[in-house]
């Protein structure tokens, strides 16, 4: 470590621990931080978006995963790096960028815009109540509530329970996300070889080498920007939120960090410094050579290989050889939670209702596990790392937060300040799911995911090559990688995106008004467009006999519930896990083939601009308390937008 503060140098040196071998036992032994990583990678948005995407059969832009993968990957492995050496995390490091004490702020607050409103739930709730069969009005007779809402509130409780009841909440995130990586990839293999053909396996990953785009006529008509886009985004993994893990998992400096530790258990000490080590010993550097060397080979074996690649590829294969045969039938392609839902109702009718009844629950799982480092390191911790790094420069904005607090907050330990936030957080989700998701919080959710990527680029490339010995300093490959994650994350945020509407203007200058209107599967015509955004819990049905047709929505008091578990849900529009990019998927218009690869001028699907949200006529409200003498109001559970 670079040792260019004096005030660090008084700090004790540690020694360097004693390296995992490089071999497959330690590539075991450092799985758990990548666990974490592709429990939040890979699962929901994967069961949403490859599917959907397969179910069409457009692989043409399936290589841009793999770019997406490489790019992420440097990000990634330079914040393992940096924490290794030193122990500290990257969101406290870029306090010493400038503006100073400017950075760990700005990055708890955008956490807390993109994550902290509970969007992510609506498709495990959706999955919960068709599994159990339990709604809000099962245990509430006559509630206006949502019938999903209980779930809801039983996932947001659970949060706090296992949280204060840890031992160290780290601890806990890694076995529970341990049985989440292998269950999944068990189950995905299983389904995928119990169904899908040597020509399945063939176009997709002809799809994924770009050899279908450079033979097929490059981009397919079919494919709305949005997909690609989430393409682009996918795995989705964690980016520098990593960090946190390889410090609580004890790897290398992590040792000497500290970690959360639940209430019942005395708290321990988190500091916002780095751990100095000898740096002029050629033994320290030849063993945090090795720490390095296993964090980036874990990194690029169990998030990049097995998850960014062999699992898109065979989630993307699924979709492929269960929803594909039917798209070329009928021109209906399943959206959102009914993707997933439409593969367990396959599975069942092939293996039997246990497989499909199993297949199910594991789509609950792993919907619902991304609450748990979402609130823990996701916010907690890099909120609470904003507030560590502000005592330790003690500054101005810290002497005016600390007079203002009352004496007896002033002094309080990093943990206390963890639960903080956490217990706040979750509180507020209690609120915020019945409340449709503001346009500022759509906007921070879609862009400011890519733009944040290309932001940590450059910063961790600033801050490896200024804290740490020149040894570690950001690579040759990675000096040309960042930069260029920063350039194409930046360029793909800024683009025109098909919100549904035919309209392909830059989202950001269009206001959206709190009342959401109908989703397409509420409208009576394929063309019409839609607002830009949805509800995720859904109540308007389609018309008996008439499959994937649907009437007006209307407003209702109460949504209704899904007879079987294993119905497909209506199709609707929802989003990639970590993308934030839309997944939508325009119903073929009346004429055209399915399986086609360019449209015709009179099959087109209708450009009009969709109505604005003021228009009477045009208004839709899932849920709403509302008497018949107020004005329509959109109090959904879980309506966000994309």
């Known amino acids: 470590m670079a040792d260019g503060v004096s005030t660090r140098d008084a700090r004790p040196l540690h020694r360097v621990p004693d390296p995992f071998p490089l071999t497959l036992a330690g590539m075991m032994a450092m799985l758990g931080p990548q666990a974490i990583n592709f429990g939040i990678s890979v699962g929901g948005g994967e069961a949403y978006l490859l599917p959907n995407i397969g179910a069409r059969g457009t692989f ?43 950075w760990p702020w700005y990055w708890a607050v955008i956490t807390i815009l993109v994550a902290g409103w509970p969007a992510w739930m609506g498709g495990a709730v959706i999955a919960a109540q068709r599994f159990t069969g339990i709604s809000t009005q099962t245990l509430l007779p006559g509630s ?28 806990f995130l890694e076995r529970f996300f341990l049985v989440i990586m292998w269950a999944n990839i068990i189950l995905v293999v299983v389904i995928t070889a119990i169904a899908a053909k040597p020509q399945h396996y063939w176009d997709v990953l002809m799809g ?79 063993k945090m050579h090795q720490w390095v060397k296993l964090g980036g080979y874990s990194l690029f074996l169990w998030w990049g290989f097995i998850g960014g690649i062999i699992m898109v590829y065979l989630y993307s294969v699924a979709g492929y050889a269960y929803l594909h045969d039917d798209f070329l039938k009928t021109g209906q392609v399943p959206t959102g939670a009914a993707v997933p839902v439409q593969m367990a109702t396959v599975a069942g009718g092939v293996l039997g209702p246990m497989a499909g009844w199993l297949m199910l629950l594991f789509i609950m799982v792993t919907l619902y596990d991304a609450q748990f480092p979402l609130y823990d390191t996701f916010i907690g911790r890099t909120t609470t790392d904003a507030i560590a790094a502000m005592r330790l420069r003690r500054g101005r904005v810290y002497t005016f937060i600390h007079n203002l ?45 890519l733009i944040n990527q290309g932001i940590g680029c450059i910063q961790i490339l600033l801050i490896n090559n200024r804290r740490l010995h020149p040894e570690f300093h950001v690579g040759k490959i990675n000096i040309f990688l960042l930069p260029l994650a920063t350039l194409t994350r930046s360029s793909a945020s800024g683009c025109p995106t098909d919100t549904g509407t035919g309209d392909s203007s830059p989202s950001p200058g ?57 119905s497909p849900a209506p199709p609707r529009t929802v989003c990639s896990s970590w993308s934030r990019i839309r997944a939508s998927t325009p119903r073929p218009a009346a004429g055209a083939s399915p399986s086609s690869t360019t449209e015709s001028q009179q099959t087109k699907r209708c450009t009009r601009p969709a109505s604005r949200a003021t228009n009477p006529s045009r208004r839709a409200t899932s849920y709403s308390r509302a008497t018949p003498g107020d004005p329509p109001r959109a109090n959904s559970l879980l309506c966000r937008y994309p």
């Open 60 to 102: 043409h832009m399936h290589w841009l995963m793999l770019i997406s993968v490489v790019l992420e990957a440097a990000l990634v492995y330079e914040c393992i790096k940096y924490s290794m050496n030193t122990g500290r995390s990257f969101f406290a490091a870029t306090a010493d960028l400038g503006p100073k004490g400017f």
């Open 144 to 171: 206006n509530l949502p019938p999903q809402y209980i779930w809801a509130v039983i996932a947001l409780v659970l949060v706090l329970v296992v949280f204060y009841l840890s031992d160290r909440t780290y601890k």
């Open 208 to 286: 994924m080498l770009g050899i279908t785009f450079l033979t097929q006529g490059g981009y397919p008509a079919q494919l709305p920007l949005t997909d690609a886009l989430a393409l682009f985004g996918q795995p989705g993994g964690s980016i520098m939120y990593v960090s946190f893990w390889v410090i609580a998992a004890g790897f290398a400096m992590g040792r000497f960090a500290g970690q959360v530790t639940g209430p019942l258990r005395p708290p321990e000490n988190i500091t916002a410094e780095e751990i100095r080590w000898d740096t002029n010993d050629p033994a320290e550097r030849g």
């Open 405 to 449: 607090l009352p004496a007896g907050l002033r002094n309080r330990p990093y943990r206390f300040w963890y639960f903080v936030v956490v217990t706040v957080v979750v509180g507020a989700g209690f609120w915020m799911v019945l409340q449709t998701s503001p346009f500022i919080i759509w906007l921070a959710g879609s862009v400011a995911y």
């Open 510 to 566: 269009r206001k959206v008004s709190s009342t959401t209107s109908a989703p397409s599967w509420a409208t009576t015509s394929p063309s019409r467009p839609i607002a830009k955004g949805r509800c995720l819990f859904p109540t308007a049905r389609s018309s008996p006999g008439s499959p994937g047709a649907t009437t007006r929505r209307r407003r209702t008091t109460r949504s209704s519930a899904a007879s079987s578990p294993l």
